[in-house]
């Protein structure tokens, strides 16, 4: 997944603007992983309908939504933008300050991350992204499970992820960080991943 390591060689996000566009990747404290390929069909109905209901919800709202392929870039301090080593890739990201946004994405932490799980990234992005959206002040962070219909949810407390929130993909789910969004999980029923 990542790519191959050269004598520790750490990567910045002025490197990274520079690669191919054929082949995505993330950096994550400087080190570059490769993209999955193309997500399957569930998971990109499931982040459709996700981004739909969000959109519709932000209609008027100072806050705007953003779906992959968007840079967020996850500075550790001040430095300049081709000096940052963390560079992510969000299934779905919320964003309420529009400082943070720029024609390159996004610097500084999304008010609120979903991802969108697939076997190919499942503990990258229980582990490793947790980790770094923790560090970097995300306020909310989801991980929906499609096939096990689940959602895994994690809220910033006094700077770290407190216990997550578990509960199966049914009813209505309020979103804390962002103001008047709600998610109706009835909507999903009919995504199945045959």
Not at 19 to 24: E, M, P
């Amino acid at each position: 997944m990542s790519l191959p390591k050269r004598d520790n060689v750490r990567h910045t996000y002025g490197e990274y603007r520079r690669w191919r566009d054929d082949v995505r990747y993330e950096l994550i404290d400087g080190v570059a992983y490769a993209m999955a390929p193309a997500p399957s069909r569930i998971h990109q109905e499931v982040l459709g309908e996700l981004f739909r209901q969000v959109a519709n919800a932000l209609v008027g709202h100072p806050c705007r939504a953003f779906i992959a392929p968007f840079d967020v870039r996850l500075p550790k301090g001040n430095e300049a933008d081709d000096e940052i080593d963390t560079v992510v890739q969000p299934d779905l990201s919320v964003v309420c300050d529009p400082g943070k946004l720029d024609a390159r994405g996004c610097r500084g932490a999304p008010d609120w991350i979903v991802e969108v799980l697939s076997p190919a990234t499942a503990g990258h992005d229980h582990i490793l992204k947790r980790v770094v959206y923790e560090r970097a002040g995300v306020r909310e962070y989801w991980l929906v499970h499609p096939v096990d219909r689940i959602v895994t949810i994690y809220r910033l407390e006094d700077g770290r992820y407190g216990v997550p929130e578990v509960r199966e993909l049914q009813g209505r789910q309020q979103v804390a960080a962002v103001e008047g969004v709600e998610i109706d999980w009835e909507s999903f029923a009919a995504f199945s991943g045959d």
